[in-house]
């Protein structure tokens, strides 16, 4: 089955060092919520991030709910064709089960990773599993065993939409960032078996995945 890793994804509770800055005691005075069990967010806690290490990569967790409203929304997905795993830039992985139906509101999707994060193991409406674990990209890999790797970034080789999806093979695991700026950490690039930049332009996160996972329907379903 193929595989989709959305890799160092913009998703993560508030950190400890940032729970008793104003801005983030202001919003959750707010929301009746407790610093350490909220998502950082840069809309709110703009000023709170300033110095945090790798700042640019962080504070995004609106990314990831496009991403995933792309991706369930797919045939490819609704067909069992598809897994996708969600690692995170503190090294936790968010596992979906199959056919998920995720909250198109924001704020409902907060809610919902906000629970993940506090009890790891959440059903939805549909009765569906998603599941957190500590698990670092090397162990992921290792877990899923695929053929290669493909990562996309715009570090990588030319190539165009309809040219990458004719290299993926049904066991390939195919790996997009889930950040807003910068690039994959060493580590991660050190773990792809090609990378290719699809655009000249840096397109956003749910681009890239409706284009490419588009291209590829076409290779298996057509």
């Not at 490419?212 to 057509?222: A, N, Q, V, W």
Request: with cysteine; proline share 3%.
């Amino acid at each position: 089955m193929l595989t989709l890793i959305l890799a160092e994804a913009s998703l993560e509770t508030v950190p400890d060092q940032l729970q008793n800055h104003p801005s983030v005691t202001a919003y959750c005075k707010r929301n009746r919520k407790k610093p350490s069990q909220i998502l950082l967010d840069n809309s709110w806690h703009f000023a709170a991030m300033k110095g945090l290490t790798n700042e640019i990569k962080r504070g995004r967790p609106d990314i990831i709910h496009l991403a995933l409203l792309a991706i369930c929304s797919t045939p490819l997905y609704q067909e069992k064709r598809i897994k996708v795993f969600v690692h995170t830039i503190n090294n936790q992985v968010i596992t979906l089960g199959d056919q998920i139906r995720l909250p198109k509101s924001y704020h409902r999707f907060q809610g919902v990773i906000e629970k993940l994060f506090k009890e790891k193991k959440i059903e939805l409406s549909d009765s569906k599993l998603i599941e957190m674990e500590n698990m670092t990209f090397e162990e992921l890999l290792n877990k899923i065993k695929p053929e290669k790797v493909i990562g996309f970034s715009t570090e990588g080789k030319n190539s165009t939409f309809d040219e990458s999806s004719k290299t993926i093979t049904e066991n390939s695991c195919i790996v997009i960032g889930g950040f807003q700026k910068g690039h994959f950490d060493e580590d991660t690039k050190n773990k792809f078996d090609q990378i290719e930049r699809l655009s000249k332009n840096s397109l956003e996160t749910h681009v890239v995945l409706s284009r490419l996972i588009y291209e590829y329907e076409k290779t298996i379903f057509m």
